[in-house]
């Protein structure tokens, strides 16, 4: 399972938001969306995922166009982690992440044991058993972004797409989100996902991509996207990247902004 | 898997008996209550005679009052509380939004503009209902169609907005009829369907209605599952496999059918809709599989009871309409005071 888009152009019915972008996730990898404010990394996703439909180019699940695809099919390939946010009414965590099973259901069934089972794996996976029967809007930021993964575990997807799934934690959860993600790809699973901490880039991606006024500004290795000078064009400051050598021993890249007098 | 038997499940087995007894006990009452009480017993008989078995011996008057005035209303009662409720559960799901009726699409508005002009074309009761029907179905049709032209917004916005506006321009198509109508044979009619009721409810009625509020009841059943993943976001839904616009499509058809056949037997009866979720969320918690059969149950319940007391706690029948709103209004806000939010 592979997910490609070619010279892809995105946007909404009268704005166009991107173009041009060729992309392409591997089973097992770990691509690194990086853009600034407005530069349509969510609408790029709602693309890949077929919520949008492109206005130029085609998007490719395991080799078929998206555009031909039914939305459960699409839904069993590709997940989505939207950011955090609170739903309409008070489901349990343990509800929210069966709604996940949604896509290997028959059009008038209702969750089985199986599914019920699979949902509680998910949970379980994510460290937040404890949660499963509390009230989803009840939880914290880092936990509901923890329960919306764990309901994309539970469809069984390829395929992740999360959006700033790190954005409004705190950095024991980010750090916590960004280990999961790395356990996914090692299981075969292909993350991708935004973040505005370039950092995140060196931590956890095989692959970062720096998405620049709709435009793919530069993709490849994270040591090779993630220079000074990509990095002061993509957001417009001054950045220093430099390695830091680590106590336990190794060395590790970091992102450190530079314009900041004191 | 029984949902009963997740750990810290809210106990659905158990809510539905509790529901059916209650209602099985708020029917005994409302046939046993009127200006000519019944005792229970008798009324097992009469009943246990009309399924075939024993004849009853008892005062054929009795029998008269259970099976020819009274069963029909209760039936209506029943038929018409389940289908307000139900279509007001699915409503607030898709809508994403607990304060939706099922009038939202205006089905009550263009019900009531079959009916008014039925009335003043002086047409016969049955005429009169089927143009409530049709009004109803028509109405939510045009809002749909309306919508669906308008691009580039939020659809549900957009529905939402379309039945408001259409609506009000229906209420102001009843309001002239009003204005028109003879004010001693038409306006005393109009007027009284406006308000709801079940007194002349006929048996023939219910062959009709009863068989289109279950089938519009069935796609609601059917598609429990996929109504719940359809009160997340839009996009969050497609996402996991939804096709958002068809399931969208068939809960309207099936509320609005239910709602339309209730409207054409009892005029219009506002609050249930809106209150009979609120409460049943309340016991069951979002989910609709169990949301749907629960409300179906209390506003049966609710709707039996309410009319036992309109015909029963005055000399004059009180308007079921007038009677829903005094009493579902304070309900409505002592729920909201203080029970647990069921909605964020």
Same mark, same amino acid.
């Given at each position: 399972?592979?997910?490609?888009?070619?010279?892809?152009?995105?946007?909404?019915?009268?704005?166009?938001?991107?173009?041009?972008?060729?992309?392409?996730?591997?089973?097992?990898?770990?691509?690194?969306?990086?853009?600034?404010?407005?530069?349509?990394?969510?609408?790029?996703?709602?693309?890949?995922?077929?919520?949008?439909?492109?206005?130029?180019?085609?998007?490719?699940?395991?080799?078929?166009?998206?555009?031909?695809?039914?939305?459960?099919?699409?839904? *069993?390939?590709?997940?989505?982690?939207?950011?955090?946010?609170?739903?309409?009414?008070?489901?349990?965590?343990?509800?929210?992440?069966?709604?996940?099973?949604?896509?290997?259901?028959?059009?008038?069934?209702?969750?089985?044991?199986?599914?019920?089972?699979?949902?509680?794996?998910?949970?379980?996976?994510?460290?937040?058993?404890?949660?499963?029967?509390?009230?989803?809007?009840?939880?914290?930021?880092?936990?509901?972004?923890?329960?919306?993964?764990?309901?994309?575990?539970?469809?069984?997807?390829?395929?992740?797409?999360?959006?700033?799934?790190?954005?409004?934690?705190?950095?024991?959860?980010?750090?916590?989100?960004?280990?999961?993600?790395?356990?996914?790809?090692?299981?075969?699973?292909?993350?991708?996902?935004?973040?505005?901490?370039?950092?995140?880039?060196?931590?956890?991606?095989?692959?970062?991509?720096?998405?620049?006024?709709?435009?793919?500004?530069?993709?490849?290795?994270?040591?090779?996207?993630?220079?000074?000078?990509?990095?002061?064009?993509?957001?417009?400051?001054?950045?220093?990247?430099?390695?830091?050598?680590?106590?336990?021993?190794?060395?590790?890249?970091?992102?450190?902004?530079?314009?900041?007098? *004191? | 898997?029984?949902?009963?038997?997740?750990?810290?499940?809210?106990?659905?087995?158990?809510?539905?008996?509790?529901?059916?007894?209650?209602?099985?006990?708020?029917?005994?009452?409302?046939?046993?209550?009127?200006?000519?009480?019944?005792?229970?017993?008798?009324?097992?008989?009469?009943?246990?005679?009309?399924?075939?078995?024993?004849?009853?011996?008892?005062?054929?008057?009795?029998?008269?009052?259970?099976?020819?005035?009274?069963?029909?209303?209760?039936?209506?009662?029943?038929?018409?509380?389940?289908?307000?409720?139900?279509?007001?559960?699915?409503?607030?799901?898709?809508?994403?939004?607990?304060?939706?009726?099922?009038?939202?699409?205006?089905?009550?508005?263009?019900?009531?503009?079959?009916?008014?002009?039925?009335?003043?074309?002086?047409?016969?009761?049955?005429?009169?209902?089927?143009?409530?029907?049709?009004?109803?179905?028509?109405?939510?049709?045009?809002?749909?169609?309306?919508?669906?032209?308008?691009?580039?917004?939020?659809?549900?916005?957009?529905?939402?907005?379309?039945?408001?506006?259409?609506?009000?321009?229906?209420?102001?198509?009843?309001?002239?009829?009003?204005?028109?109508?003879?004010?001693?044979?038409?306006?005393?009619?109009?007027?009284?369907?406006?308000?709801?009721?079940?007194?002349?409810?006929?048996?023939?009625?219910?062959?009709?209605?009863?068989?289109?509020?279950?089938?519009?009841?069935?796609?609601?059943?059917?598609?429990?599952?996929?109504?719940?993943?359809?009160?997340?976001?839009?996009?969050?839904?497609?996402?996991?496999?939804?096709?958002?616009?068809?399931?969208?499509?068939?809960?309207?058809?099936?509320?609005?059918?239910?709602?339309?056949?209730?409207?054409?037997?009892?005029?219009?009866?506002?609050?249930?809709?809106?209150?009979?979720?609120?409460?049943?969320?309340?016991?069951?918690?979002?989910?609709?599989?169990?949301?749907?059969?629960?409300?179906?149950?209390?506003?049966?319940?609710?709707?039996?009871?309410?009319?036992?007391?309109?015909?029963?706690?005055?000399?004059?029948?009180?308007?079921?309409?007038?009677?829903?709103?005094?009493?579902?209004?304070?309900?409505?806000?002592?729920?909201?005071?203080?029970?647990?939010?069921?909605?964020?």
């Amino acid at each position: 399972m592979s997910l490609a888009a070619t010279n892809l152009g995105f946007g909404y019915r009268d704005r166009r938001v991107g173009s041009g972008v060729t992309l392409e996730l591997a089973p097992g990898e770990v691509l690194c969306l990086l853009g600034p404010n407005g530069s349509g990394k969510t609408t790029l996703f709602k693309t890949l995922l077929g919520l949008l439909p492109p206005q130029d180019g085609t998007v490719l699940i395991d080799g078929r166009d998206a555009r031909t695809l039914p939305r459960d099919a699409i839904a *069993r390939q590709i997940s989505y982690v939207p950011q955090a946010h609170g739903a309409f009414f008070p489901y349990t965590v343990r509800e929210l992440v069966l709604m996940g099973r949604t896509a290997h259901l028959g059009l008038f069934a209702a969750p089985s044991a199986r599914d019920h089972a699979a949902a509680m794996a998910a949970i379980e996976r994510m460290g937040i058993a404890h949660l499963a029967d509390t009230i989803y809007t009840q939880v914290s930021g880092g936990e509901c972004q923890l329960a919306l993964i764990a309901r994309a575990l539970a469809q069984e997807a390829r395929v992740v797409i999360m959006d700033e799934p790190t954005a409004n934690l705190d950095f024991g959860n980010q750090v916590r989100v960004l280990e999961r993600i790395r356990t996914l790809a090692g299981e075969g699973i292909g993350v991708l996902l935004s973040t505005h901490d370039p950092d995140h880039a060196f931590l956890c991606a095989d692959r970062a991509a720096m998405l620049h006024e709709g435009r793919l500004m530069a993709c490849g290795t994270p040591t090779e996207v993630m220079t000074a000078v990509n990095l002061r064009q993509l957001y417009g400051v001054e950045i220093a990247v430099t390695a830091v050598a680590l106590t336990q021993g190794g060395t590790r890249n970091v992102c450190l902004p530079l314009g900041i007098a *004191r | 898997m029984n949902s009963s038997g997740i750990p810290g499940g809210r106990a659905p087995g158990l809510i539905i008996v509790a529901a059916i007894l209650a209602l099985i006990i708020i029917v005994a009452i409302a046939f046993s209550v009127g200006r000519y009480p019944i005792a229970v017993g008798d009324l097992l008989r009469v009943i246990w005679a009309w399924l075939g078995g024993a004849a009853h011996g008892l005062d054929p008057t009795i029998e008269t009052v259970v099976l020819q005035i009274r069963g029909p209303r209760v039936i209506a009662a029943l038929l018409v509380g389940a289908s307000l409720a139900a279509a007001g559960a699915a409503y607030q799901n898709l809508f994403r939004n607990p304060l939706v009726s099922p009038d939202i699409l205006g089905v009550s508005a263009g019900a009531a503009v079959g009916a008014v002009l039925g009335i003043f074309l002086s047409l016969g009761i049955v005429a009169i209902q089927s143009m409530a029907l049709a009004g109803g179905l028509a109405a939510v049709a045009l809002v749909y169609v309306v919508a669906r032209a308008v691009r580039g917004h939020d659809p549900l916005l957009v529905l939402v907005l379309a039945g408001v506006v259409l609506g009000s321009l229906l209420g102001a198509f009843v309001a002239l009829m009003k204005y028109l109508a003879d004010p001693y044979n038409q306006l005393p009619a109009i007027t009284f369907w406006l308000l709801g009721s079940l007194a002349s409810v006929d048996p023939r009625d219910l062959w009709i209605a009863g068989p289109l509020m279950l089938a519009g009841l069935l796609p609601l059943w059917l598609l429990r599952w996929r109504i719940n993943v359809l009160s997340l976001d839009d996009e969050e839904a497609r996402a996991l496999g939804v096709a958002t616009v068809r399931i969208r499509v068939a809960v309207i058809v099936g509320a609005t059918l239910m709602t339309s056949a209730a409207v054409a037997i009892s005029g219009v009866i506002g609050w249930i809709g809106l209150v009979i979720p609120h409460f049943a969320r309340l016991l069951t918690g979002p989910d609709f599989s169990r949301l749907l059969p629960v409300s179906v149950l209390l506003g049966a319940g609710f709707l039996v009871a309410v009319d036992t007391l309109a015909r029963s706690i005055a000399n004059i029948e009180v308007p079921l309409g007038v009677l829903t709103a005094f009493i579902g209004t304070p309900l409505f806000l002592w729920q909201l005071a203080t029970a647990r939010r069921s909605w964020q």
